[in-house]
């Protein structure tokens, strides 16, 4: 038997588990940004059948880019970890947040402009701001939108930078956008950058997002199980992903699955990989084997 298809086996029994906790971007959502039905079916029958059971988002994405799969599957009963790591919610309310300074944000402002094709956003609580003065029209920031993204196309990119400037808007996580196949360029000029003025990390082939050095996905796992949820060992949490910035919480959590269409380092680092990609609803997939979900089960609603 080929390693890869041990890995697709090696997963936990149901009673191993406390908690769960996914990416959401090609994890739970597919090519088109929606929601699997089988993945949502899944999930629907641990709620219904373990309502205790913690299903916990950890994402790039801000809260109100997720309301597709929290509100049907009532997910504010539990922590969240959104803008990769860097807020965390319990019960819907913001508990904790980190930020990156405002001059470092403008630092990278300053050190791309030369680059025609760049463009910078940054992302507060709940939107997305664009700080590319001139050159609004830039696909990039379109894109963020069309997979859900809240971004703020009506202020002015001068303004927006007047206002991160000032600490009106208060950066939580900020991206530098480029075509795929150029992002080494971008690469380079952060690089030049010490490393504790942010850390940087990926889950869109396009965009390099750059957060707070001292917060990712893994530290807001430990704050959930260490602060939150204490009664919740790492050992009995199951982690989803695809991409780099999903390993921090791949090497907290107990067991972790990777998508079998993810990124290469997040299938190496895994303890499980998916049958099936994130189209065919691969968590929904994987959660059937844990949970023996009966074929003949339909959600209530």
């Known amino acids: 038997m080929s390693a890869v298809a041990d890995k697709t086996n090696n997963l936990p029994t149901a009673d191993q588990l406390q908690m769960l906790i996914s990416d959401v971007d090609g994890t739970l959502l597919d090519a088109h940004h929606r929601f699997h039905k089988r993945t949502y079916r899944a999930m629907k029958y641990i709620r219904e059948t373990r309502p205790d059971f913690p299903i916990v988002l950890a994402t790039g994405k801000q809260r109100s880019a997720v309301d597709e799969i ?13 803008v990769n790591g860097c807020v965390l919610y319990n019960k819907g309310k913001i508990v904790y947040a980190e930020h990156l300074k405002p001059e470092v944000v403008m630092e990278v402002v300053e050190a791309t402009k030369h680059n025609p094709n760049i463009a ?11 700080l590319t003065p001139g050159r609004e029209d830039l696909k990039n920031p379109k894109r963020l939108a069309e997979i859900g993204e809240k971004v703020n196309f009506e202020m002015p990119c001068d303004e927006a930078i007047a206002k991160v400037k000032s600490g009106e808007i208060k950066v939580i996580k900020m ?14 000029i952060l690089k030049t950058f010490p490393i504790e003025k942010f850390t940087t990390t990926q889950a869109l082939a396009y965009c390099i997002e750059l957060i707070p050095s001292n917060a990712n996905k893994g530290t807001a ?27 921090s919480m791949f090497a907290i959590a107990g ?16 303890k ?5 990609g994130n189209d065919e609803g691969a968590v929904g997939e994987v959660l059937e084997r844990i949970f023996n979900i009966p074929a003949d089960y339909e959600p209530s609603s």
């Open 70 to 82: 929290r509100i049907p599957l009532e997910l504010d009963a539990f922590p969240s970890a959104h």
């Open 120 to 130: 910078n956003v940054v992302y507060d609580e709940s939107q997305v701001y664009i």
């Open 175 to 188: 991206a530098v956008c480029e075509d795929p196949d150029k992002l080494d360029v971008v690469r380079d």
């Open 221 to 247: 796992l430990e704050a959930i199980t260490g602060n939150i949820l204490p009664h919740i060992n790492n050992e009995n949490v199951i982690a989803f992903g695809d991409g780099q910035n999903d390993l």
């Open 255 to 270: 067991w972790s699955v990777a998508m079998c269409n993810g990124m290469d380092i997040a299938k190496e680092k895994a």
């Open 272 to 276: 499980a990989i998916s049958r099936v």
